[in-house]
């Protein structure tokens, strides 16, 4: 494992899923797939996420579109929350959500604006 790519990918981790959601996952890792968390740490977050090339709001934008388009909807609830802690708006989820409906169809856009209605009602209580 690369130590400084990891510590990177924690950071940026932490600062778009939060450190308590974090800090959860990896600790409470069974063994079987802690090695698993670790190396999803270094490289998606570390390498993926670690450059400046874009902005983590694009990515955030990015993430949205091609976890519907592969119907990942727990992890799509989940970016949902890091969009918006990257500074997406809720105008902007709303369309990024009119594009996966175009792209990806009627089901996968009723399914997002189903968690996004869900995750806004919760914030705004």
């Known amino acids: 494992m ?4 990891f510590e990177k990918g924690l950071a940026k981790r932490k600062s778009v899923l939060g450190a308590e959601y974090v800090e959860a996952a990896i ?3 069974p063994d079987f797939s802690k090695p698993f968390q670790e ?5 998606c977050w570390g390498f993926g996420w670690g450059d400046d090339v ?15 388009a592969l119907n ?7 970016h949902f929350k890091g969009a918006m802690t990257n500074g997406v708006s809720r105008e ?3 369309a990024i959500i009119h594009v996966i409906f ?10 997002c604006f189903r968690i996004g209605n869900r995750v806004l009602a919760e914030l705004d209580e």
């Open 102 to 111: 175009i792209y990806c169809g009627t089901p996968a856009a009723v399914e």
């Open 39 to 43: 190396m999803m740490t270094e490289f």
């Open 72 to 78: 990942r909807m727990h992890e799509w609830e989940l």
């Open 92 to 94: 902007e989820l709303q």
């Open 54 to 68: 874009l902005p983590a709001k694009t990515r955030s934008m990015l993430n949205l579109t091609m976890l519907a």
């Open 27 to 29: 600790t409470n890792a």
């Open 2 to 5: 690369d130590k400084e790519l």
